[in-house]
């Protein structure tokens, strides 16, 4: 189904999210859009459409009624004054995840909205998945580009890509992850994030089964051979952690 499809009967809420939920605002001058992306997020579990969806022109507004966790905004024309939008945003809120829909596969565009503060940038067409996804690793600073995108010979800048599972990791397997990356063993990690040892095995192995890796050393790898192609930098670091998974 596509965006213009979709016409939930769904609410923005302005406040009573429930604890743990992640607000999203929708920006994007097409009103079809924003109903359309609404329903997208109210159907992704664990995240919220808060506020009143609107214009990018109008995001520092929204944004300071709404106190969102997130912005997902149109980057079709008038991208310029877009990107400018991105940029006070980030500015003002500089914890704020800011994911991007675009119409363009132009690598010198993608890096013109990662410049900006975008941290998600994804292709129209995208599904609830990764948007959910994107969010997610927005929100935990990671930067998230559509796996339909491809750099061209010319590009000058590499595009930063992030690994995307069919399906996302919830906000504690990213912080999970993120402790795996530099190596720390489950004992480590809980106390890090102040959770038990068994609640971190959990976390591991849905995350193992998510990325389809077969240990920590392997999920670890994957990640980062994502971010960097042909570089394995940190892995060996996990490698010689415990393996108490």
Same mark, same amino acid.
């Given at each position: 189904m ?21 607000? !999203? ?6 009103? !079809? ?38 912005v ?5 024309t ?23 829909l ?15 503060? !975008? ?47 069919? !399906? ?43 990325l ?5 050393a392997h ?27």
């Amino acid at each position: 189904m596509t965006l213009s499809e979709r016409s939930p009967n769904v609410s923005t809420p302005m406040a009573s999210t429930p604890r743990g939920v992640t607000r !999203v605002l929708i920006l994007a001058d097409a009103p !079809v859009l924003r109903r359309g992306l609404i329903g997208m997020i109210n159907e992704t579990a664990g995240m919220q459409a808060v506020g009143t969806p609107g214009e990018p022109r109008r995001a520092l507004t929204l944004a300071e009624s709404a106190r969102p966790d997130a912005v997902v905004v149109e980057l079709g024309t008038g991208r310029a004054a877009t990107l400018n939008a991105c940029r006070d945003l980030r500015r003002r809120f500089p914890q704020l995840a800011i994911v991007a829909l675009a119409t363009s596969e132009d690598p010198a565009v993608v890096n013109e909205a990662l410049a900006a503060g !975008v941290r998600g940038y994804l292709l129209m067409n995208t599904s609830p998945t990764l948007l959910g996804w994107a969010v997610l690793a927005a929100r935990a600073g990671r930067t998230v580009v559509d796996p339909q995108i491809r750099r061209g010979e010319g590009a000058e800048v590499p595009v930063s890509r992030e690994l995307t599972p069919e !399906v996302p990791l919830t906000r504690r397997e990213s912080d999970v992850l993120d402790e795996l990356i530099q190596g720390q063993s489950n004992r480590a990690i809980g106390k890090n994030l102040f959770i038990s040892e068994d609640t971190v095995k959990s976390h591991v192995k849905a995350i193992l089964r998510k990325l389809g890796a077969r240990d920590r050393a392997h999920a670890v790898s994957l990640v980062l051979s994502a971010r960097n192609p042909g570089c394995h930098c940190g892995a060996h670091r996990l490698a010689e952690a415990p393996a108490d998974v």
